[in-house]
C-alpha cells in the first residue's frame, strides 16, 4: 500500500489494555477469510460511523486531502520521482476520474478512522470485543473508503501480498455483518451486494490516496 519511503510503523499504539492485531500474513493470513474477528472489528466500525457531527454534515475530506497531497507531489517532488512512477499529468487524469465515478455511487458520508490496519485494531480478549487506536487521519469521510481502506489493508504494510485481499465470500459475510449492526435489523442480499461494489470501488482511492502519501514521505 505505501509504495516508497514510508510506512505505518512510526505512527501505530500499544499498550492501551490489548495486543493489537499484527499485520501481513502472521494475522491477516487468518483474517483473510470469514472469521470470529471479522464480525468484531464489523461491528466497532459499525458503532464509530454513527457519531454525528453537530449541525450539518461535514463534506467528505477524501478529495480535500487528495488535492493537497497531489499538490505537494506536482509541485515539490515531481522533479524526483522514480522513472517507475506515472508522470504528474497520468496522476491528475486519474484522480481527476477517480472524483467524478466514485462521487456518484452515493456512499453515505459517516465519522470514519481511515487508517484501519491490524496495529490499529486493539482486541480485549477479556470483554470479547474490540477498540480502534491512532485516529490521526479520522474525519468525515465516505462510507465505503472506510470499508475498502480496511480490506486492503489485509495484504499487509511491509509485506504486501494480495493474495491475502479478502475473497468475495468473505467480504459479503464483513458487510453483512456491518449493515446488520448499522441498522439494527435483518438486510437483504441486494443491500450487502450494493455496499460490496461501492467498496471495492473505493478501494482504489484508498490505493491512490497511501501511494501520494508515500511518495511525499
Excluded at 499487509?156 to 465470500?169: I, K, M, Q, S
Aim: charged share 20%.
Amino acid at each position: 500500500r505505501r509504495l516508497g519511503g514510508g510506512t505505518a510503523e512510526g505512527k501505530t499504539g500499544r499498550g492501551l489494555g490489548g495486543p493489537s492485531w499484527d499485520t501481513g500474513p502472521r494475522a491477516m493470513g487468518s483474517l483473510s477469510r470469514p472469521s470470529f474477528s471479522d464480525r468484531l472489528i464489523a461491528l466497532e466500525m459499525a458503532k464509530i460511523h454513527t457519531i454525528h457531527a453537530n449541525g450539518s454534515l461535514p463534506k467528505p475530506i477524501l478529495w480535500h486531502k487528495m488535492h493537497n497531497y497531489f499538490t505537494l507531489v506536482k509541485n515539490e517532488i515531481n522533479p524526483s520521482l522514480s522513472a517507475d512512477v506515472p508522470k504528474v499529468e497520468v496522476l491528475e487524469r486519474e484522480l481527476a476520474w477517480l472524483k467524478e465515478h466514485l462521487s456518484q455511487l452515493e456512499s453515505p458520508v459517516v465519522f470514519c478512522h481511515n487508517d484501519l490496519l491490524c496495529k490499529n485494531i486493539i482486541y480485549d480478549s477479556i470483554k470479547g470485543h474490540v477498540r480502534f487506536i491512532d485516529y490521526e487521519y479520522a474525519g468525515y469521510n465516505y462510507q465505503a473508503f472506510d470499508i475498502g481502506n480496511h480490506f486492503n489493508e489485509f495484504a499487509g504494510v511491509n509485506e504486501v501480498d494480495y493474495c491475502l485481499y479478502p475473497a468475495r465470500e468473505t467480504q459479503l459475510q464483513w458487510l453483512h455483518y456491518y449493515l446488520q449492526a448499522q441498522k439494527g435489523m435483518a438486510v437483504t442480499p441486494r443491500e450487502v451486494q450494493r455496499l460490496y461494489v461501492q467498496v471495492n470501488k473505493f478501494a482504489l482511492a484508498s490505493h491512490f490516496f497511501w501511494a501520494l502519501w508515500a511518495l511525499i514521505q
